[in-house]
């Protein structure tokens, strides 16, 4: 469903468009229904609508100032002017605003249909995910740029990425669009009015850090992949989230409690404390279940031995690492790389 605002200061005008066509039957669902334009610009920002029908002819804000603060707002919407005056001045000063359509009162309901159904078809079209994979190692296309700013429909942008193509628990009001980013595995773009978190989306989710928008996708990547491979999740304190993603990236390198504080300016007690509340976990185990993760996928989907995948997880010591590895995962790495193989082999039968 396309979300929808209608703007008007007359009552019975703006209860004549709400009900002048069966807009669900169109693919639309009325967000907001609002007398001035102050509050529709307050709508907008809140509800991110992917339409707005608005008068021209409002106190305060009129409906070409509404349209002139939305774009100054950076809120990708169509707006449908609506007025009674038989203006062709104003007509094209309309679209010239970037009006998708001119509408003269009192509505007529066939064109009011009309105008619904090319609406929904121009939406869809924009909603279209891109087939063709986007190389985020390059600069970024005006065709990419202009779809990653209309999938920003929300204050809060997430990457989200997983193995498998698991159908996510979107809450109200967050838009989904896949995308396909070269060596990469499956990926979409969340755009949501609220904070989200990875756990409430369904299984195997990971998402990146919130964003504003979708333009600085080559580090939501990163952030994305991170959480994958490690298999955690962010917190919801953003210098926690940023020592996670920096423990993510680092994980085989020799950490130290006063790396981290140096890094991060901040005292090795509070340091401590602040990722224990916010994670429930100390620095320590954080890091032990990061290698342990990468450990098991190199066991997995590589042909590297077992002290070089310990090495390389940040183990000088096999032996400790074995140890480590069984009381993670309930298997000594040898026997964890056999079952996986020994699954295979019954699979291929």
């Given at each position: 469903?396309f979300?929808?605002?209608?703007?008007?200061?007359?009552?019975?005008?703006?209860?004549?468009?709400?009900?002048?066509i069966?807009?669900?039957n169109?693919?639309?669902a009325?967000?907001?229904?609002?007398?001035?334009g102050?509050?529709?610009?307050?709508a907008?920002r809140?509800?991110?609508?992917?339409?707005?029908?608005?008068?021209?002819?409002?106190p305060n804000?009129?409906?070409?100032?509404?349209i002139?603060?939305?774009?100054?707002s950076?809120?990708?919407?169509?707006?449908v002017i609506?007025s009674?005056?038989?203006?062709?001045?104003?007509a094209r000063?309309?679209?010239?605003?970037g009006?998708?359509?001119?509408?003269?009162?009192?509505?007529?309901?066939?064109?009011?249909?009309?105008?619904?159904?090319?609406?929904?078809?121009?939406?869809?079209?924009k909603?279209?995910?891109?087939i063709?994979?986007?190389?985020?190692?390059q600069?970024?296309?005006?065709?990419?740029?202009?779809?990653?700013t209309?999938?920003?429909?929300?204050?809060?942008?997430y990457?989200?990425m997983?193995?498998q193509?698991?159908?996510?628990?979107?809450?109200?009001?967050a838009?989904?669009?896949?995308?396909?980013?070269?060596q990469h595995?499956v990926?979409y773009?969340?755009?949501?009015?609220?904070?989200?978190?990875?756990?409430a989306l369904?299984?195997?989710?990971?998402?990146?850090?919130?964003?504003?928008?979708?333009?600085?996708?080559?580090?939501?990547?990163?952030?994305?992949?991170?959480?994958?491979e490690?298999?955690?999740?962010?917190?919801?304190?953003?210098?926690?989230?940023?020592?996670?993603?920096?423990?993510?990236?680092?994980?085989?390198?020799?950490?130290?409690?006063?790396?981290?504080?140096?890094?991060?300016?901040?005292?090795e007690?509070?340091?401590?404390?602040?990722?224990k509340?916010?994670t429930?976990?100390?620095?320590s185990?954080?890091?032990?279940?990061v290698?342990?993760?990468?450990a098991?996928?190199?066991?997995?989907?590589s042909?590297?031995?077992?002290?070089?995948i310990?090495?390389?997880v940040g183990?000088?010591?096999?032996s400790?690492?074995?140890?480590l590895?069984?009381?993670?995962v309930?298997l000594?790495?040898d026997?964890?790389?056999?079952?996986?193989?020994?699954?295979?082999?019954?699979?291929?039968?």
């Amino acid at each position: 469903m396309f979300r929808l605002v209608f703007v008007d200061d007359e009552p019975w005008a703006l209860s004549g468009m709400t009900t002048i066509i069966p807009w669900e039957n169109y693919g639309f669902a009325i967000s907001a229904c609002c007398s001035t334009g102050e509050e529709a610009l307050e709508a907008i920002r809140q509800y991110r609508p992917h339409a707005v029908f608005t008068d021209i002819r409002m106190p305060n804000m009129s409906g070409m100032d509404l349209i002139s603060a939305t774009k100054d707002s950076n809120i990708p919407v169509e707006f449908v002017i609506t007025s009674a005056y038989s203006d062709f001045e104003v007509a094209r000063k309309a679209i010239r605003f970037g009006a998708y359509h001119y509408l003269l009162k009192p509505l007529d309901q066939q064109e009011v249909q009309e105008v619904a159904q090319r609406l929904q078809r121009t939406l869809a079209q924009k909603s279209k995910p891109l087939i063709k994979p986007v190389d985020i190692a390059q600069p970024l296309s005006e065709q990419v740029v202009a779809f990653l700013t209309q999938a920003a429909q929300n204050g809060y942008c997430y990457l989200a990425m997983t193995e498998q193509e698991n159908p996510l628990n979107l809450p109200e009001g967050a838009s989904l669009t896949p995308i396909v980013l070269t060596q990469h595995p499956v990926t979409y773009l969340i755009s949501a009015p609220d904070p989200l978190f990875s756990s409430a989306l369904g299984c195997d989710i990971y998402l990146s850090h919130k964003h504003g928008g979708f333009l600085h996708l080559s580090q939501m990547a990163q952030e994305a992949r991170c959480a994958l491979e490690g298999r955690f999740q962010y917190a919801p304190h953003k210098t926690v989230a940023a020592i996670q993603f920096y423990i993510g990236n680092h994980y085989g390198d020799d950490l130290s409690i006063k790396d981290l504080s140096k890094s991060f300016f901040l005292s090795e007690v509070y340091l401590c404390e602040l990722f224990k509340k916010y994670t429930g976990k100390t620095i320590s185990f954080f890091l032990k279940e990061v290698r342990i993760q990468h450990a098991k996928r190199l066991l997995l989907r590589s042909d590297l031995g077992l002290r070089t995948i310990a090495e390389q997880v940040g183990y000088l010591d096999y032996s400790y690492f074995g140890r480590l590895f069984k009381g993670f995962v309930g298997l000594t790495p040898d026997q964890y790389r056999k079952k996986d193989s020994n699954l295979q082999l019954m699979t291929m039968r």
